[in-house]
């Protein structure tokens, strides 16, 4: 079934926006992982710091790889 504009099959939408919700959760939960362990002392409070550059760049990252994949397909 077409999405409601054309271009795009529904399924297809929805299994790359589990794959965003997926990505997402995973960076919350590493997220929440650096900043106990900077709480406690055992990494240097940088690193917690420039996680959400980091984090950028990997949603970068995944957004590239998903527009390469699929530009064959439509």
Known sequence: ???P?????LYDLKGLLYRIII???VLLVIY????LL????I?????FAIFP???LILIGI???YTAYTRRNNY
């Open 43 to 47: 990494i240097p409070a940088i690193i």
């Open 23 to 25: 990505l997402f959760g």
């Open 32 to 35: 929440g992982v650096l900043w």
């Open 1 to 3: 079934m077409q999405g």
């Open 38 to 41: 900077a709480e406690l002392g």
């Open 62 to 64: 995944f957004i590239i």
């Open 53 to 55: 550059q980091i984090v």
């Open 5 to 9: 504009f054309g271009g795009m099959p």
